[in-house]
């Protein structure tokens, strides 16, 4: 288990996604070698170092590409072998697909049919056993144990067992509220804070969670500092929460949690490369999407009257009010009786058109310019409208906060979290904003955008 962008990612994902790779060079190498078998001319020129090394790549990194797509490194969402078969022969039969659209683009790079059919028969076959034998071998896991007993004990150990893919075997709590024996929330009590040497070195316990509700007078102190320094890693429960759901559990967490923990940062540097890499984005984004914009702004206008554009205020950097820019998809007089309101799942206010186009983000296309003006980023926490805004910062600690990035096009919380039409919902798409900003990096940006295509793809969350 190591972090990403502070975040938990598994071990076993990643040793996944390299044996993966090395399965796919492996197969193409071996179709490579059976359609020239009787030819070594062609298989020399094949297999020429460095001239097919870019082949490769492409292989790979497309066939990759799918396969994360179909949430096939995603080791929770599949549980049965059927699934996977299916999943793994869809990525196969997608990635086939977009190599044979990208060698029509660029011949020099072409690939036989023959080789790629070859590559593919014996990549499912290696790929599907691959997976077998490594949920058969896997046993790497760490000790975990979990000082205290109350509501963010509890917490932190429901994610624990959720999180299967981890390896974290979690070997009790410790609390003097209860008995040694005593079973909470179906969680065993080891011993006392006092007993926490002792029970470390019984269980071979290589990582320790502070979720004490009240450090006074009872956190071990003494004990954590010298398990400390033999190699324990220990953290709170705030911080392995946010590492275990790349969110900041709003619930729990204490406002000096903001302050003393890592992250938070901002550099010049950064800023000025976001800055241009929202140009380079936005610029690439028009001049990508101008086709698909010209056909739905002929769709909405044959669908419905009233103008094609929306525009609507937003709150952004530094609570400055700003219009932010979208394809209409409601009626042009939706909010005339009612006023400001939250989308609905099937909102009758949305028009046959732009149920579609707001399924897949289409509406959100002309937001390139909002960027391309500064108003906006390519990545950051959704710009909210001012009346929700006030009522939101009434009721939600913290939420003025996501004011101090610009507002993005996408977001960590646009792809963790469905559209939202209630408070509660804004609260947890708070909690994604605030570990964007507590971990933003260009490279996470990158990341989420890479995230954001498939859920467009998918069509899911829109409304």
């Known amino acids: 288990m190591i972090r990403l962008f502070n975040q938990y990612v598994s071990l076993k994902t990643l040793t996944l996604v390299a044996l993966e790779s090395l399965l796919i060079c492996g197969s193409l190498l071996l179709g490579i070698r059976v359609r020239f078998w009787n030819d070594p001319v062609q298989f020399g020129m094949y297999t020429s170092v460095p001239d097919c090394v870019l082949q490769f790549v492409i292989v790979v990194g497309t066939l990759q590409s799918c396969f994360y797509y179909n949430d096939l490194y995603n080791l929770s969402s599949i549980r049965r072998r059927s699934h996977?078969?299916?999943?793994?022969?869809?990525?196969?039969?997608?990635?086939?697909?977009?190599?044979g659209v990208f060698y029509v683009l660029v011949p020099s790079l072409l690939i036989g049919r023959g080789i790629l059919l070859i590559?593919?028969?014996?990549?499912?076959?290696?790929?599907?056993?691959?997976?077998?034998?490594?949920?058969?071998?896997?046993?790497?896991?760490?000790?975990?144990?979990i000082v205290g007993a109350g509501e963010s004990a509890m917490t932190v150990a429901r994610e624990l067992s959720r999180r299967t893919d981890l390896s974290l075997n979690l070997a009790g709590l410790l609390s003097s509220s209860f008995a040694p024996g005593d079973c909470v929330f179906g969680y065993g009590v080891l011993g006392g804070p006092e007993d926490l040497q002792r029970i470390a070195a019984e269980k071979n316990i290589s990582r320790i969670i502070v979720a004490m509700e009240d450090y006074r007078g009872t956190l071990p102190v003494r004990e954590l500092v010298t398990l400390r320094v033999q190699g324990v890693y220990i953290e709170d429960a705030h911080?392995?929460?946010?590492?275990?759901?790349?969110?900041?559990?709003?619930?729990?967490?204490?406002?000096?949690?903001?302050?003393?923990?890592?992250?938070?940062?901002?550099s010049s540097l950064t800023a000025l490369l976001k800055r241009v890499s929202d140009i380079g984005f936005s610029l690439f984004g028009i001049l990508v999407s101008a086709p698909i914009m010209m056909c739905v702004a002929i769709a909405i206008k044959l669908d419905s009257k009233g103008p094609v554009f929306y525009t609507q205020e937003r709150v952004g950097l530094k609570e400055k009010p700003f219009f932010v820019s979208k394809f209409r998809s409601m009626q042009t007089d939706a909010e005339a009786a009612k006023g400001a309101a939250w989308a609905q799942k099937n909102d009758p206010r949305v028009t046959r058109v732009g149920a579609f186009i707001r399924k897949y983000r289409l509406d959100e296309l002309p937001q390139f310019f909002d960027i391309l003006r500064g108003d906006m980023s390519l990545v950051g926490p959704r710009p909210e409208r001012p009346y929700f805004v006030r009522m939101l910062e009434e009721q939600l600690p913290f939420y003025a906060e996501r004011h101090s990035a610009r507002p993005g096009l996408t977001g960590w919380a646009q792809i963790n979290q469905p559209y939202g039409s209630s408070v509660e919902d804004a609260m947890r798409k708070l909690e994604y904003d605030l570990f964007y900003l507590k971990n933003v990096s260009l490279l996470f940006d990158y990341a989420i955008l890479f995230d954001t295509v498939r859920i467009v793809f998918q069509g899911r969350g829109g409304r």
């Open 84 to 99: 996977q078969v299916i999943r793994v022969i869809q990525a196969l039969g997608a990635g086939l697909v977009l190599l």
């Open 119 to 145: 590559t593919s028969c014996v990549a499912i076959s290696g790929l599907l056993l691959n997976r077998i034998a490594l949920d058969g071998a896997w046993h790497i896991g760490q000790n975990l144990l």
């Open 239 to 266: 911080s392995a929460m946010a590492a275990l759901t790349g969110r900041v559990l709003l619930n729990t967490v204490r406002p000096s949690w903001f302050v003393f923990s890592e992250g938070f940062r901002r």
